[in-house]
C-alpha cells in the first residue's frame, strides 16, 4: 500500500471551512487505498499572534518560553483536523512531536531534527487510521519541547516522509507550484512542471517563499519525491489529476530540459542587511574572530566578501537577516571591533538580494555578463556578487529590487 505525506501549511487551516476542505482531501486519498500521514502548520496568523502575546510581556523572551507558547499554533490545528476527519467517518489520531517523538537538538527556536521515532505512526497506519502529526515542534533530550524556526512545518513533513519512507511528500500551500519568480512582482511569471533539487534548494535559500530551505535540503539528500501544489483547489479533483498537478521537484538525472534551460527562477529576498567591519589586519584567524561571534549568537551570515590587503589592513563585508541586524551590530562593536583592531563597523539595512537559478550555467556561458549588463542598463548598482555552479547573486538598494527582479525576468525570457 502507498504511503503518502500531506503537508498543508498556515493558509490552507487558516478557517474552519478550510479545514473541512483539508479533511475532504485527506479521506479522498485515504479513499483511494493510500496510507496518510498529515503535517499541519497552526492556523494563519496564529503563530504571530502568540509570539505577539510573549513580546507583549518582554520584548526579548526568554526562548524556552517562547518555544512553549508557540508551539500551542500546531496542537490546535491537528485536534481540529483529526475531528474534522472523524465527521466524515474516518480513524483519525493526532500526536504532538513530543509524542511521536520527534528528537531534536537544544537550539530553541531553531532546533534541528537529530531522530524521528516512527514506531507510532506505523503503528496506526497499519490500524487504518490516518496519522496526524503537528509540524514545527519536537522535543529535545531534556525533555522539553522545542521548535524548527519559521518555515519548519515544511521540515517535520519531509523528515518523517524520509523516516517512513513514503513514496510521496505533497506540500500543499496557497499557490499552485513553483514559478519562475514571484507573480506578484512579475505578472507573466511562469509555473514550472519541474525544477531540480538543486534549483529548488537556491530558490529557497535565495529568498523564494514556497518551501524552507531546510526541507528541500532533507528532500534531496534522502531522496524524497516532493511535489508543491495547492489547496484551495476542489478538494473533490479526480485524484489522478491531483497528483500530477503542481510542481514536481525531481533529480537532475531526471530533468530531460536542462541542457535547453540556462536559468529557471529570479529569486529575491528583501530582508537583508550588508556589515562591513573596517580596516582590519590582514592576518590569520582575523575572519573566524568576526564570523565566530556572530555563529556564536546563533546568526546566519550569507554573503561574505573580503576586500584586496592595502597596508596589511582590509575590510570584510557580509550580510545577515535584517531582524538580526542591530544584535549583530552590537556583537561587533562590544565584542569584535576592540580585539581584532578594526577602525569602525558600518552597515546598511536596506538592501535586498536578487538572485538568477539554473543548473544550465553548467554548459552555458555568458550568464554573469548578461545578468549584469541587463542590471546596468537600468541604472542599478551592485553592491555584492556571489556565485556558484548554478546562481548568480547581487545585492542592491532596497528600492531597486522590484525593478531588477522585473528586468531579469525578460532578460533570460523566463515568460516564454
Not at 500526536?95 to 531534527?113: C, L, S
Not at 515544511?154 to 507550484?177: H, Q
Not at 583592531?341 to 554548459?363: C, F, L, N, P, Q
Not at 545578468?371 to 532596497?398: A, P
Amino acid at each position: 500500500m502507498a504511503l503518502v505525506v500531506h503537508k498543508y501549511g498556515g493558509t490552507s487551516m487558516g478557517s474552519i471551512d478550510r479545514i473541512k476542505n483539508v479533511a475532504r482531501r485527506v479521506a479522498k486519498w485515504h479513499d483511494a487505498g493510500y496510507q496518510v500521514v498529515v503535517v499541519p502548520s497552526a492556523m494563519a496568523g496564529e503563530t504571530n499572534r502568540l509570539i505577539g502575546l510573549a513580546q507583549e510581556i518582554m520584548p526579548e523572551p526568554n526562548q524556552r518560553e517562547l518555544d512553549m507558547i508557540s508551539s500551542t499554533g500546531e496542537q490546535v490545528s491537528i485536534g481540529l483536523l483529526s475531528l474534522a476527519l472523524q465527521q466524515l467517518g474516518k480513524q483519525a489520531v493526532s500526536f504532538t512531536g513530543w509524542q511521536v517523538p520527534v528528537v531534536t537538538d537544544t537550539a530553541h527556536t531553531k532546533a534541528r531534527i537529530h531522530s524521528i521515532d516512527d514506531r507510532k505512526i506505523r503503528e496506526n497506519l497499519d490500524q487504518g487510521r490516518i496519522v496526524i502529526v503537528a509540524g514545527f515542534q519536537g522535543v529535545n533530550e531534556l525533555n522539553e519541547i522545542t521548535t524548527l524556526g519559521r518555515g519548519g512545518s515544511d521540515t517535520s513533513a519531509v523528515a518523517i516522509a524520509a523516516s517512513l519512507k513514503a513514496d510521496e511528500c505533497l506540500i500543499y500551500t496557497d499557490v499552485d507550484g513553483v514559478y519562475t519568480t514571484d507573480p506578484r512582482v512579475v505578472s507573466e511569471a511562469r509555473r514550472l512542471q519541474k525544477i531540480t533539487f538543486e534549483e529548488m534548494l537556491e530558490m529557497a535559500s535565495l529568498g523564494s517563499k514556497v518551501l524552507q530551505t531546510r526541507s528541500v535540503e532533507l528532500a534531496g539528500s534522502y531522496h524524497v519525491p516532493t511535489r508543491v501544489l495547492s489547496s484551495l483547489t476542489d478538494p473533490e479533483m479526480p485524484l489522478e489529476e491531483e497528483a500530477k498537478s503542481g510542481t514536481l521537484i525531481t533529480f537532475e538525472e531526471e530533468h530531460t530540459d536542462m541542457e535547453s534551460t540556462v536559468i529557471s527562477g529570479i529569486a529575491f529576498s528583501r530582508d537583508e542587511a550588508k556589515i562591513t567591519v573596517l580596516g582590519v589586519p590582514d592576518r590569520p584567524g582575523i575572519a573566524s574572530k568576526i564570523l565566530g561571534a556572530i555563529a556564536n549568537a546563533n546568526i546566519e551570515v550569507d554573503m561574505i566578501i573580503q576586500n584586496q590587503s592595502v597596508g596589511g589592513k582590509t575590510d570584510f563585508t557580509f550580510t545577515v537577516p535584517r531582524p538580526d541586524y542591530n544584535r549583530a551590530m552590537d556583537i561587533l562593536n562590544n565584542q569584535v571591533k576592540a580585539d581584532i583592531g578594526a577602525s569602525d563597523i558600518i552597515g546598511d539595512a536596506k538592501v535586498s538580494k536578487v538572485s538568477a537559478i539554473g543548473i544550465g550555467m553548467r554548459s552555458h556561458v555568458g550568464v554573469a555578463s548578461k545578468m549584469f549588463s541587463t542590471l546596468f542598463s537600468e541604472g542599478i548598482n551592485i553592491l555584492m556578487i556571489s556565485t556558484s555552479e548554478i546562481k548568480i547573486s547581487v545585492i542592491i538598494d532596497e528600492k531597486y529590487m522590484e525593478l531588477a527582479v522585473r528586468a531579469l525576468h525578460k532578460a533570460f525570457g523566463l515568460e516564454k
